[in-house]
């Protein structure tokens, strides 16, 4: 049986690749299939708190924080959309799409009961629809990233642990196993592997560069592996123009295609990987972002989700992505070349001339993004960017560099210049948007507290325990807190301890250590030092 899905660690080659002094090397390796998430609005960034991973997202001894791979279970549901009438972008697709589509018209032209089994599965898909096209297929690939490999294609978790979008869909899978089964699409995949492969390598090299590239800028090492990921998954028979991005816990996944020349977006899955690095750094210095609280209130009337409009450690996140994007971009033109080989003062001069004229028309050009950012909601873009100009001049890094960029704010001046700024009426659409969360699995577990069910809280943090295969970080994390409204700070101190050992959420990992500073604190005498 060939191999279910491609994985290549895009970091550790590029590692290889320094140590060769820039020659990137190594080759595809592949995964077996027992260890196999629009357009614009529509790709959601689904942060589901849930300790339960995505499929893909089962971390691998010794396993690479970035990975570039497929999925068969992901190729059946997007085979079966496009059985059933899903033909976004299909004349820029890559040719493969276009082949395994006339393979599945020829298995149905074939055979009544393919036929049969495609009509049920398609008056599904239809049933189902919504009136934006692109969270309609967010819900499907949400789904994807929680179901095994074929034939079983089972959910690998509990209902209660599944993102949202992906319940409404979740009866789908019994047509699509009947569907999997008759058209024999492990035949196909297959038959196409090849393909796939050599697409995948194709993906490769720009998306290794493009994250070098965000390193060298941010100043931060190679990432290693950290219980943390960042998967990139390749599928052609979606769209190219409509890649989809959401954030489980602590595993980041970016679905893409690359269009008919072979390239993928680039700058969407860079934002996502931007989230990847600065989101750490943020939560880290969760208790210090409360003094600016005060910059919700600019951005009540701003077209922004409700998520930033009440959190202001996501705002803060965001926008300081903004600006790093703004500070980075393509500004359509390129920049003089300085002339090689000549120590004449007239052709250097027209080089400074000609670099001075450059940097100024491309300064007009970032700040007229940024100018769109703010007036899109994201009313901390101006302040960060003036602070990465800073930084760029800078040896330290982003990590060491985050806390002054925090804590230097002048909160009340930025927020008077917020208040300046006639916001456009639309939102900005961006690639990695939150959506709202239904409360399930620890997320319940957090509102049975603030109602006052300390044992409802417990037990599902029990039961999270209970099941060998789930992180057991934000359940302990729940359950220190419950002993601690118990009256017990004794137990919970014990129990934010072990939190820190075992879990790799960093808003938990933040969270932990404020609780234990409050409790070093109450301590009689208080250790102070500690705190």
């Not at 879990?503 to 301590?523: E, M, Q, V």
Request: net charge negative; with cysteine; charged share 25%.
């Amino acid at each position: 049986r060939l191999m279910a899905s491609l994985r290549v660690s895009l970091m550790q080659r590029f590692f290889a690749a320094f140590v060769m002094c820039g020659l990137l090397a190594g080759t595809v390796s592949a995964q077996v299939p027992a260890s196999s998430s629009s357009s614009s609005s529509p790709n959601s960034r689904v942060q589901e708190p849930s300790s339960s991973r995505p499929r893909v997202g089962q971390p691998e001894a010794g396993g690479a924080a970035i990975t570039l791979e497929t999925s068969e279970s992901l190729f059946d549901i997007a085979v079966a959309l496009n059985a059933c009438g899903y033909d976004t972008d299909l004349a820029s697709s890559q040719p493969v799409r276009t082949e395994i589509r006339t393979d599945i018209a020829t298995e149905v032209a074939e055979s009544a009961l393919i036929r049969e089994s495609k009509e049920k599965l398609c008056a599904y898909v239809d049933e189902h629809q919504l009136s934006d096209r692109g969270r309609e297929l967010a819900q499907y690939i949400s789904l994807a990233l929680y179901i095994g490999p074929p034939p079983a294609l089972a959910p690998t978790a509990d209902e209660t642990d599944m993102p949202p979008d992906a319940l409404q869909v979740l009866n789908v899978l019994p047509l699509l196993r009947d569907f999997a089964a008759k058209a024999s699409l492990h035949v196909i995949w297959q038959k196409h592997h090849a393909e796939y492969e050599a697409i995948t390598n194709q993906v490769h090299d720009p998306a290794t560069r493009s994250i070098l590239r965000t390193n060298l800028y941010l100043k931060v090492p190679v990432s290693s592996y950290d219980g943390r990921r960042l998967i990139i998954l390749v599928e052609p028979m979606l769209a190219p123009n409509s890649p989809n991005a959401r954030i489980y816990a602590s595993d980041y996944v970016v679905v893409t295609s690359p269009n008919a020349a072979g390239a993928i977006k680039l700058d969407e899955i860079r934002h996502l990987y931007l989230h990847y690095q600065v989101e750490p750094l943020v939560y880290a210095r969760s208790q210090s972002m409360l003094r600016l609280t005060p910059l919700l209130k600019p951005v009540e009337d701003a077209p922004l989700d409700y998520v930033y409009k009440t959190d202001v450690i996501a705002l803060v996140t965001e926008c300081m992505i903004k600006a790093i994007e703004a500070r980075t971009m393509n500004v359509g033109f390129p920049a003089p070349v300085k002339p090689q080989g000549t120590k004449a003062r007239a052709d250097l001069a027209k080089y400074d001339e000609e670099l001075s004229a450059y940097d100024r028309q491309a300064e007009d050009v970032r700040r007229k993004q940024v100018t769109l950012d703010m007036r899109q909601g994201w009313v901390l873009t101006e302040y960060f960017y003036q602070q990465f100009i800073q930084f760029e001049r800078q040896p330290a890094g982003l990590s060491e560099s985050m806390g002054e960029m925090v804590y230097g704010m002048d909160v009340d001046r930025v927020k008077h210049s917020a208040q300046q700024i006639d916001f456009l009426p639309q939102p900005s659409g961006d690639f990695v948007a939150r959506a709202p969360r239904q409360l399930t699995g620890m997320m319940l577990a957090e509102k049975k507290m603030l109602e006052g069910d300390l044992d409802g809280a417990d037990a599902i943090a029990e039961k999270v325990l209970a099941d060998p295969k789930q992180d057991h970080g934000d359940a302990m994390y729940v359950k220190a807190r419950v002993v601690l409204m118990e009256g017990d700070p004794k137990e919970s101190f014990t129990g934010f301890e072990d939190v820190l050992k075992v879990s790799h959420n960093p808003h938990t990992i933040a969270w932990a250590h404020i609780y234990l500073g409050r409790l070093y604190d109450i301590k009689d005498p208080p250790e102070r030092q500690h705190a």
